[in-house]
């Protein structure tokens, strides 16, 4: 059981390129989600998907895109990075949404420079 | 605005007691969790709170006062381990999560 499994681990981009991160669970959880990190700060929501079809904005969605074809995958891309987006960029699912005692599991985390 | 507030460090002996301190003002509540988080590596959940109260699993509690919007993180009987960061999180009204910034806990021998 791999859990929430993120790729690549770490990226350095030039800034205007265009990537995307990779998510992928294998525990039937419906709710996915992608938060960044940054110093001094808290996990601030990016986009989030309630289940295959499904996708909505979070706090601080511009400058990156969703999809969700599958259940398992959850890919976050970025469409012309800029240095504000260097961060630590995490995936995170939950077996529903819409109730309390939503426990996150979380992937390994994916450390984002974009010079 | 929604506001989630907590220390930014604390320093602890091993083997002693800490309580680490959480504050919230939200649109809603529909509970509160906290993640330990160590260094280069992602958030792990600790606890859940939704009712009044103390909540005991191991060395860990955690207690909630809605009408205060406040919460603690006791830790007992530290060890060198539980060197990280705690996250407090607030599910709101809408069931999103608002985190707070953490709370880095340096345990020294």
């Known amino acids: 059981n791999a859990g929430v499994t993120q790729t690549p681990k770490f990226q350095v981009l030039k800034t205007g390129q265009s990537m995307t991160l990779q998510c992928a669970q294998d525990?039937?959880?419906?709710?996915m989600s992608w938060y960044r990190q940054d110093p001094g700060m808290g996990l601030r929501l990016i986009h989030y998907?309630?289940?295959?079809?499904?996708?909505d904005q979070g706090e601080v969605p511009n400058g990156y895109n969703v999809s969700r074809s599958t259940t398992e995958d959850f890919p976050l891309r970025l469409l012309s990075a800029a240095p504000s987006q260097t961060s630590v960029y995490f995936c995170?699912?939950?077996?529903?949404?819409?109730?309390?005692?939503?426990?996150?599991?979380f992937g390994a985390g994916s450390r984002l420079t974009v010079l | 605005g929604q506001n989630i507030d907590q220390p930014t460090e604390m320093t602890a002996t091993e083997g002693a007691i800490v309580q680490i301190n959480c504050t919230y003002q939200?649109?809603?509540?529909?509970?509160l969790f906290w993640y330990q988080q160590h260094a280069g590596e992602a958030p792990t959940f600790l606890s859940y709170?939704?009712l009044d109260g103390l909540e005991e699993k191991g060395r860990f509690s955690s207690f909630l006062s809605r009408s205060k919007g406040y919460s603690y993180l006791l830790l007992k009987e530290l060890q060198m381990k539980d060197s990280a960061s705690y996250l407090c999180?607030?599910?709101?009204?809408?069931?999103?999560?608002?985190w707070g910034a953490g709370t880095k806990l340096i345990i020294k021998p």
């Open positions: 995170a699912s939950s077996y529903s949404y819409g109730s309390g005692a939503n426990v996150l599991t």
């Open positions: 525990m039937n959880h419906e709710y």
């Open positions: 998907s309630v289940g295959a079809g499904i996708t």
């Open positions: 939200t649109s809603g509540f529909n509970g």
């Open positions: 709170n939704v």
């Open positions: 999180a607030v599910m709101d009204s809408n069931y999103q999560l608002i």
